[in-house]
């Protein structure tokens, strides 16, 4: 397992794209968190630790892309079969992607989350600090990251894993959105992974899903994407 985490950290690393889009997942974060945070109009809201960390909702974006490349660049590039090769134990190469995806997706997402909450406290003078919805935006991004891995592996092309990623994160809630029945339109909020997963940040108002509850049915999409991903690398070919 230490060769295939090595590997897939030099690889990650040594990818010319790799630098540029953490650095976009903390600037545009923090970015649009600014910009959220300047807000003094009536219609920005009463929840301030929220609304300091509406930069999540691009970064995420940025995350999604960089995660669905470290398996989709593979396919892609034909590269997948040299990686099979030399670790020919599949589930150990998601595995190791899935680590070494986690933990740079974390740093970046700390970066970026604490950048927002500074810029949040300047702009915002009343505005608390409240560690959970900060620990909750970090996780959230880190499995959005892991969900954008598992979906690029059972997809195997780049630009269909980020349509169906990007579909979910942002699409799905606008559906969500338009629902006219309140049961259903709350139902599908409780089960949609970015509506679920961002009830972490909330910290005032009446929530469809509890904080914990909401990372928690995104935690069971990104495992299910890890398993559907891990169960298409197993059975077909390279």
Not at 48 to 54: E, Q, V
């Amino acid at each position: 397992m230490t060769f295939a985490l090595h590997a897939e950290w030099t690889k990650l690393r040594t990818s010319p794209g790799t630098l540029a889009l953490l650095v976009v997942v903390v600037a545009g974060t923090v970015g649009v968190s600014a910009a959220a945070a300047a807000c003094s109009g009536p219609g920005c809201g009463a929840d301030l630790p929220k609304l300091s960390l509406t930069g999540v909702q691009l970064g995420q974006a940025v995350v999604a892309i960089l995660a669905v490349l470290v398996m989709g660049n593979e396919y892609s590039s034909g590269m997948v079969k040299v990686t099979l090769t030399a670790v020919p134990r599949r589930s150990r190469v998601l595995a190791a992607k899935a680590v070494v995806v986690a933990a740079v997706v974390a740093v970046a997402a700390a970066v970026a989350v604490a950048g927002s909450l500074i810029v949040g406290r300047l702009l915002l003078p009343t505005h608390d600090l409240v560690l959970r919805p900060a620990v909750g935006s970090v996780l959230y991004l880190v499995l959005v990251g892991l969900l954008s891995l598992g979906t690029a592996t059972a997809v195997r092309n780049p630009a269909a894993a980020i349509s169906v990623v990007l579909t979910l994160l942002y699409a799905l809630p606008i559906v969500t959105g338009v629902v006219t029945d309140p049961a259903w339109q709350k139902h599908l909020q409780q089960i949609g992974p970015a509506s679920a997963g961002l009830a972490a940040q909330a910290t005032t108002g009446d929530l469809v899903i509890g904080p914990w509850k909401g990372l928690g049915v995104l935690a069971l999409w990104a495992f299910g994407a890890l398993l559907a991903g891990g169960a298409v690398l197993k059975r077909r070919d390279a």
